[in-house]
T-cell receptor, first 115, second 113 residues
Framework: AQSVTQLGSHVSVSEGALVLLRCNYS??????LFWYVQYPNQGLQLLLK??????LVKGINGFEAEFKKSETSFHLTKPSAHMSDAAEYFC?????????????FGDGTTLTVKP | EAGVTQFPSHSVIEKGQTVTLRCDPI?????LYWYRRVMGKEIKFLLHFVKESKQDESGMPNNRFLAERTGGTYSTLKVQPAELEDSGVYFC???????????FGPGTRLTVT
């Protein structure tokens, strides 16, 4: 079984400030981990993913995330927030060996960027 | 390259009626997935097709939901009869192979009144 917990349903930062969105997961087998972003009236867009290899993953729009197995975490960060980053963000996990097609999502975190 | 498309974008129906949602995956993607998000909660997996076969339908809530993918191209998700708790946003996604990046459509917002 797998699950995802996103800490904080709403996060607000000032433009230029660090963005940190938290994600903890549980998985009985090695996980694939994903961060998606959803802008209003659009579908989910993949920001970045971890499958194997390097634990620090870089994605689009300056975002990155680090897979920490000991902490079962996959937090999303961006050094400097931009107004265009305001959106809803979803962390997801799938089980690499047993059921890679079935992704389990967190509840989502809405990011607000203040001018 | 066209992305995943879904039709309709919105649907409002009365309880007891039938609704059919359609998803056209990215051309060449054998894997197609349906997800649902209810009332701002988490996005939940419904089922996974590989070509025309149902690989995993463990997330289908009950037998009022029927998904098909005849010919392994587009897919339909029929809800019959619809209940109030079926309201939500239904997302479709596709991927080239299982475990690879899933590309999502914009979703169909279903409202059952």
């Amino acid at each position: 079984a797998q699950s995802v917990t996103q800490l904080g349903s709403h996060v607000s930062v000032s433009e230029g400030a660090l963005v940190l969105l938290r994600c903890n997961y549980s998985s009985s087998v090695p996980p694939y981990l994903f961060w998606y972003v959803q802008y209003p009236n659009q579908g989910l867009q993949l920001l970045l993913k971890y499958t194997t290899g390097a634990t620090l993953v870089k994605g689009i729009n300056g975002f990155e995330a680090e897979f920490k197995k000991s902490e079962t975490s996959f937090h999303l960060t961006k050094p400097s927030a931009h107004m265009s980053d305001a959106a809803e963000y979803f962390c997801a996990v799938s089980e690499a060996w047993t059921n890679a097609g079935k992704s389990t999502f967190g509840d989502g975190t809405t990011l607000t960027v203040k001018p | 390259e066209a992305g995943v498309t879904q039709f309709p974008s919105h649907s409002v129906i009365e309880k007891g009626q039938t609704v059919t949602l359609r998803c056209d995956p990215i051309s060449g993607h054998d894997n197609l997935y349906w997800y649902r998000r209810v009332m701002g909660k988490e996005i939940k997996f419904l089922l996974h097709f590989v070509k025309e076969s149902k690989q995993d339908e463990s997330g289908m809530p009950n037998n009022r939901f029927l998904a098909e993918r005849t010919g392994g191209t587009y897919s339909t998700l029929k809800v019959q009869p619809a209940e109030l708790e079926d309201s939500g946003v239904y997302f479709c996604a596709s991927s080239l192979w299982t475990g690879n990046e899933q590309y999502f459509g914009p979703g169909t917002r279903l409202t059952v009144t």
